[in-house]
């Protein structure tokens, strides 16, 4: 973003991580930061993000879904983005709004094209379709030790009763080391656009990293030019 007062489009922005490693927190504790600057914002989840793709996530994250095919999986994923990009997520940035995002295609880089073993390739053939060159401004993966995520994945689904949504949870061990493993290649791969955060800390000094990192790329508020 070469004009920090007058953007040509909104920013879009993408929280990434294994389970369990308080990137949804750190997404609302930066929309919440945001709008506090003055900054319009947008956020969204995936699978999810708009009525098609909430009934799209029901039957990803239903652990009675256990004999969905890998393939069958991917698919479903990037059903449910397709329809973000075009309902949500594009007219957003259209009309200048930061968009934050738990999740985009990363997550299906390393879930599903690393950790299910069905290749880039695949993956990116099918981003080129459904998101037609939409990639994130920037990409927070926040990297926790698989061990405490899990727990605290499984820990959260207890106390909010959402069992029904705990079917990535119950991966095994070695799915997710795979997981971690692709998010550090791709961060490694794409500096300019990943920034990967320590999430071993308290939420506080998650989010005030997570700013520190951001802040440089954002246009002048509204706010600061008023004061």
Not at 95 to 103: N, Q
Not at 107 to 133: E, H, K, N, P, W
Not at 141 to 152: H, K, N
Request: net charge neutral; aromatic share 6%.
């Amino acid at each position: 973003m070469t004009d920090r007062h007058q953007p040509a489009r909104g920013l879009f922005l993408a929280f990434e991580g294994t389970e369990g490693c308080g990137k949804s927190t750190q997404l609302q504790l930066l929309a919440q930061k945001l709008r506090a600057e003055g900054y319009r914002t947008v956020e969204t989840v995936e699978p999810g993000g708009t009525p098609i793709g909430a009934r799209i996530r029901g039957i990803l994250l239903d652990p009675a879904s256990r004999e969905l095919s890998p393939t069958a999986e991917l698919l479903l994923y990037f059903a449910s983005r397709a329809q973000n990009v075009d309902e949500r997520i594009r007219p957003a940035l259209d009309a200048g709004a930061i968009v934050l995002t738990d999740r985009f295609t990363d997550s299906s880089l390393a879930y599903q094209g690393y950790g299910r073993g069905l290749g880039a390739a695949t993956v990116l053939d099918l981003d080129r379709i459904a998101c037609r060159g939409l990639a994130p401004d920037l990409t927070f993966v926040f990297d926790i030790d698989l061990e405490t995520g899990l727990r605290r994945a499984h820990a959260r689904n207890l106390n909010q009763g959402a069992i029904h949504e705990s079917r990535m949870d119950d991966q095994a061990i070695e799915f997710y080391r795979r997981v971690r493993d692709a998010y550090h290649q791709m961060a490694a791969r794409e500096p300019h656009r990943f920034r990967v955060i320590d999430a071993n800390s308290d939420p506080a000094t998650i989010h005030r990293n997570v700013w520190a990192a951001l802040e440089p790329l954002l246009p002048v508020s509204p706010l600061r030019e008023q004061r």
